[in-house]
T-cell receptor
C-alpha cells in the first residue's frame, strides 16, 4: 500500500458528460501529479499541483482541469468527454516537485461509451 | 526531447528462470532512475530508485543497474515467479521541472509473462 487513494476505481460515462476523479495524497506529501495511461502505453503527464497551485501542465486540452485542496488532496475534472478519454487515470503524490520519490494510487479506470 | 526507451516490448519466460529488461534514456538534466512494477489496471509500485552515483541496487529478487555514461539501465529478475507477471516501467526523473513532460519521463514498459 502506498497510502495514495483514488476514487472511484472504475467509472463508465457517456460521451459529452463530465467526470470528477479524486486523489488523496500520502500523509506529509504536498504535491500531486495526474497521468493518463492508455492501454499498452506509458503514463502521459496531465498536470501537477504543488501547495494548491498548478505547477505545470502537459499537452492536454483545457477541458482537463484540476484542483488541489488545503489538505493536499486533489481532483481531476474532465468536461465534454470523448471516446479517446477512456484510459487509466493515475495520481502520484510526493513531497516537493523535483527528485523526490513519487507514490502512485491504484488508478481510476474510466470508460467513455 | 527527453525520452526513455525500453526493450523488449514483451517477454515470456518460464517460472524459475531469470530475465533482464533494458532501458535506454536521453534525459537531461538527470536526477534519478526508477523501476516500477505495474499490474494490469493498477497503479505502478516502486521497485528501485538510483541516483547518478549508484550503479546497482537490489530489492529482493530484483536487481537494477545503471550506467550513467552510456545512459542505460537494466532490471534483472532472478528465479521468476508467476506473480512477477506485470509491466515493468523505467522512469527517469529530471533534476528540474520538465515543462509539458512533467518531471518524470516514462518508458512504455516491458510486459512480462511468467508461465508455469
Amino acid at each position: 500500500e502506498t497510502g495514495v487513494t483514488q476514487s472511484p476505481t472504475h467509472l463508465i460515462k457517456t460521451r459529452g458528460q463530465q467526470v470528477t476523479l479524486r486523489c488523496s495524497s500520502q500523509s506529509g506529501h504536498n504535491t500531486v501529479s495526474w497521468y493518463q495511461q492508455a492501454l499498452g502505453q506509458g503514463p502521459q503527464f496531465i498536470f501537477q499541483y504543488y501547495r494548491e497551485e498548478e505547477n505545470g501542465r502537459g499537452n492536454f486540452p483545457p477541458r482537463f482541469s484540476g484542483l488541489q485542496f488545503p489538505n493536499y488532496s486533489s481532483e481531476l475534472n474532465v468536461n465534454a468527454l470523448e471516446l479517446d478519454d477512456s484510459a487509466l487515470y493515475l495520481c502520484a503524490s510526493s513531497h516537493g516537485i523535483s527528485n523526490t520519490e513519487a507514490f502512485f494510487g491504484q488508478g481510476t479506470r474510466l470508460t467513455v461509451v | 526531447k527527453n525520452q526513455v526507451e525500453q526493450s523488449p516490448q514483451s517477454l515470456i519466460i518460464l517460472e524459475g528462470k531469470n530475465c533482464t529488461l533494458q532501458c535506454n534514456y536521453t534525459v537531461s538534466p538527470f536526477s534519478n532512475l526508477r523501476w516500477y512494477k505495474q499490474d494490469t489496471g493498477r497503479g505502478p509500485v516502486s521497485l528501485t530508485i538510483m541516483t547518478f552515483s549508484e550503479n546497482t541496487k537490489s530489492n529482493g529478487r530484483y536487481t537494477a543497474t545503471l550506467d550513467a555514461d552510456t545512459k542505460q539501465s537494466s532490471l534483472h529478475i532472478t528465479a521468476s515467479q508467476l506473480s512477477d507477471s506485470a509491466s515493468y516501467i523505467c522512469v527517469v526523473s529530471l533534476e528540474n521541472y520538465g515543462g509539458s513532460q512533467g518531471n518524470l519521463i516514462f518508458g512504455k514498459g516491458t510486459k512480462l509473462s511468467v508461465k508455469p
